[in-house]
């Protein structure tokens, strides 16, 4: 049994075990896996908006009981960035390639930063709602992933199929959690102020969270950097 102090630096330095293997084993997938990353990580920054209002975990130096900040959350939210953002591209072999300047003009563009903006507008609008933080997150997210489709469809699919593969990823991940640290959910998240919906152990929130970041970061660089996924094997 891991100590209770340091579960949460246990299960987020996991994250990045998956994260070095595809790294090294998929060179072509590395920018994107560091740029998803960098962009993630600092949401690590948030920790303050959701603790003790969703969870409360102990953690290293008592950071997040101190100052609501803590090391983990940076670990968790890289760790988890670059992997959501090239699962559907390492395991279909695909690759991506740049989307051709007239492309770029078509009307549908028009809206390609609106789009990018969307969910960090949604989450504004809707963090000062009376309900607990994860649920403004969740649903700023899937805003995110609606607007990404909708101005970029030849997305759909890699959003689509990302978000399902990310939130089968988490799951695996969560249960481990549960499996080596019985009893941490029921001590740490904040079950009175969310659904206590339980899928095999896992809050339901969890669940959803997971969702809509597989979602929505899973054709974010795509969308950010004008590039698009090639058919299956082929290569530049």
């Not at 949460?8 to 590395?30: E, T």
């Not at 249960?175 to 896992?202: C, H, N």
């Amino acid at each position: 049994m891991i100590p209770l102090q340091y579960v949460w630096f246990a299960w987020a330095s996991a994250f990045l075990v998956p994260w070095l293997v595809i790294f090294y084993a998929f060179p072509h997938h590395r920018k994107t896996m560091w740029m998803v990353s960098l962009a993630t990580a600092p949401f690590g920054l948030t920790e303050p908006l959701f603790v003790p209002e969703y969870w409360n975990p102990p953690t290293l130096f008592d950071l997040a009981q101190r100052t609501g900040f803590d090391l983990e959350s940076l670990i968790f939210c890289f760790g988890i960035g670059g992997v959501s953002s090239v699962l559907y591209s390492v395991l279909t072999h695909r690759n991506d390639i740049p989307v051709a300047e007239a492309e770029k003009r078509q009307p549908l563009h028009h809206h390609h930063y609106k789009a990018l903006a969307s969910p960090f507008i949604a989450f504004a609008l809707l963090y000062f709602l009376p309900w607990n933080p994860i649920y403004p997150s969740i649903v700023a997210m899937a805003v995110g992933a609606i607007a990404t489709i909708l101005c970029r469809p030849d997305l759909k699919t890699k959003t689509w199929v990302g978000g399902v593969l990310f939130f089968a990823y988490y799951f695996v991940f969560f249960l481990a959690l549960e499996a080596s640290s019985p009893g941490y959910v029921q001590q740490v998240w904040s079950l009175s102020d969310i659904s206590g919906i339980m899928l095999l152990g896992i809050p339901l929130e969890e669940l959803l969270f997971a969702l809509a970041f597989g979602l929505y970061w899973s054709g974010v660089y795509e969308h950010l950097m004008w590039r698009k996924i090639t058919s299956p094997h082929a290569h530049h």
